[in-house]
């Protein structure tokens, strides 16, 4: 069965590159994998200096094909699969009536994205090849609106095919066989809170444990009680200090709370994708 990971959390704290990360990962295990980016901007394009990124997939290594959808591509896709004619569709959809009713019909265009995701488990839509589907989401709150859009549209929509298509994307989104979900945080308050506040958002929604993930973490043999300010510390020191003494603090939290973690070190690496092959090897699937 295909596998949908999405990837979530604060912005700035380089969900996008766990995911490339995540996905190159698979992609060398042998698995035919799609890296998804949703919007309308895409952030691979300059990471990866392509000359475009598009709805269409494109191919950025051996097993992995890179995208960007948007809920308007989602949803034109799926009325053509439907309709079956290029010209009912200009006929139905591109009209000021249709095109002002889809822009403004709460959910609609986090409901055509996560059809388009859960489309393959579903054996409904527009067939897809890959393998697993890793989704570079969308930050905190608007993850949320997006993993919540279905269940508020099928409790809205009780009978037809909107209502049937809505519960069903909402019990792919539930089912741990076909989904996860990976948080990205940074040993840092902000992020920290906002990740955890996230966590126990989708495992109430979902109920499944996310997995969690502390990205640009600072390796070394020292710690925090090893920057004794008798040792003259400048303020390099103490900066280093101060971030050891967030990570340890933040670790023992999370472990306080019993949920299980991921590292990721920080890696100095210019080119894109040797940091994301570098980075590959400290994941486990």
Known sequence: MQKIIFVTGKGGVGKSSYAAVLAQ???IQGKKTLLVELGDQSFYKE??????????PLQLSHNLDISLWSGKDCLKEYALYLLKSEMLYKLFFENKISRTLIQIAPGLSELAILGKITAGPRNHGPPTSHEVIVVDSYSTGHFLALLKAPKGLSE????GPMGEQSRSIFNSLLNPEICQYHIVTLAEEL???EGME???EIEKLTKMKPKLIFNRVIETNLKEKDFLEEFKLNDFHRYIKSILQNQE???TQTNLQKIEFVILPLIFQSNPFEFIK???QEVNL
């Open 249 to 251: 603090n933040y670790f």
């Open 198 to 200: 996230l966590y126990e």
């Open 156 to 159: 809205i929509i009780r009978f």
């Open 47 to 56: 990471f990866f200096s392509l000359e475009k990124v598009e709805y269409t």
């Open 278 to 280: 570098s980075l590959a």
């Open 191 to 193: 992020p920290y809170l």
């Open 25 to 27: 990962k698979y992609a």
